[in-house]
T-cell receptor, first 114, second 114 residues
Framework: DGGITQSPKYLFRKEGQNVTLSCEQNLNHDAMYWYRQDPGQGLRLIYYSQIVNDFQKGDIAEGYSVSREKKESFPLTVTSAQKNPTAFYLC?????????????FGPGTRLTVL | AQSVTQLDSHVSVSEGTPVLLRCNYSSSYSPSLFWYVQHPNKGLQLLLKYTSAATLVKGINGFEAEFKKSETSFHLTKPSAHMSDAAEYFCVVIRSYNTDKLIFGTGTRLQVFP
């Protein structure tokens, strides 16, 4: 089955610790995205990557870092500099532009910082 | 700048009655618009998309939406609600021309009562 996987589903960390969220896709998509979702708000873009070895900051990149060493993988690190990291994190990918910018989403990781 | 406004944060209907979820958009050009659905603690799934073809767009699970330029609206409807429709729904617009980045509305939570 083609799709996007995120792990773990739930993650607990102590304040001040860095944590890395995994995102893997086997859809052969070039573009990948990380979003943060908070209650009562829409999704906000953290980082995105349109090609391997390249990525760009989104709207709320402070306190986060990413890498894109492989096409299939786009891990997100939540650093201790992120002031309010508790949230639901969603990864997405997108294929060819002729698909009219449809993004495919993973199941999400709920991060709770204690 | 492009934006979307979801007019209701919560909508409650009885099973078997019609569903109407309202979305207004703001765009300086002919926009691409989407509706996504999110079930609790899950990723987002595309319901339907408008890309300047037919103004009435049919999606999955019996949902449809009509693009009305004169009203700058893209409301989501379904003739008869099912219990499984209970979820959060997001209206989404492409951020700007020739880009792959999305702007999400704040979401509408649909409750379906038996």
């Amino acid at each position: 089955d083609g799709g996007i996987t995120q792990s773990p589903k739930y993650l607990f960390r102590k304040e001040g610790q860095n944590v890395t969220l995994s995102c893997e896709q086997n859809l052969n998509h070039d573009a990948m995205y990380w979003y943060r979702q908070d209650p009562g708000q829409g999704l906000r873009l953290i980082y995105y990557s349109q090609i391997v070895n390249d990525f760009q900051k989104g709207d709320i990149a402070e306190g986060y870092s990413v890498s894109r060493e492989k096409k299939e993988s786009f891990p997100l690190t939540v650093t201790s500099a992120q002031k309010n990291p508790t949230a639901f994190y969603l990864c997405a990918s997108m294929g060819a532009p002729e698909n009219n910018n449809e993004q495919f989403f993973g199941p999400g990781t709920r991060l709770t910082v204690l | 700048a492009q934006s979307v406004t979801q007019l209701d944060s919560h909508v409650s209907v009885s099973e078997g009655t019609p569903v109407l979820l309202r979305c207004n958009y703001s765009s300086s050009y002919s926009p691409s618009l989407f509706w996504y659905v999110q079930h609790p603690n899950k990723g987002l799934q595309l319901l339907l998309k408008y890309t300047s073809a037919a103004t009435l767009v049919k999606g999955i699970n019996g949902f449809e939406a009509e693009f009305k330029k004169s009203e700058t609206s893209f409301h989501l409807t379904k003739p008869s609600a099912h219990m499984s429709d209970a979820a959060e729904y997001f209206c989404v617009v492409i951020r700007s021309y020739n880009t792959d980045k999305l702007i999400f509305g704040t979401g509408t939570r649909l409750q379906v009562f038996p």
